[in-house]
């Protein structure tokens, strides 16, 4: 089990980033959360088996098809056991 949290900046807010992260990380069996940030930037929590949450992490350096991702910050943490995924408020 692992655990990326990711900032991803550039044009990814108003174009469905969140439900399709939520979507994508369902099918691979990943948990974790997603919400839109202040700044225009999408910050996302995802835990699970290595290759899954590798399989979703290098999805959000796309995004979905109206996005215009231009960076993906990604950094490792400890797992915290999450289960489910959640699109949580703006924070």
Do not use: Y
């Amino acid at each position: 089990m692992i655990r990326r949290h990711v900032v991803v900046s550039g044009e990814v807010q108003g174009v469905f980033f969140r439900d399709t992260c939520r979507r994508t990380a369902a099918e691979h069996g990943v948990s974790g959360w997603v919400r839109n940030r202040a700044d225009g930037s999408v910050e996302a929590v995802f835990e699970g088996e290595p290759d899954a949450v590798g399989r979703v992490v290098d999805w959000t350096r796309q995004g979905p098809p109206a996005a215009r991702v231009e960076k993906a910050e990604v950094v490792e943490e400890d797992p915290e056991g999450l289960t489910g995924f959640a699109v949580l408020p703006s924070g």
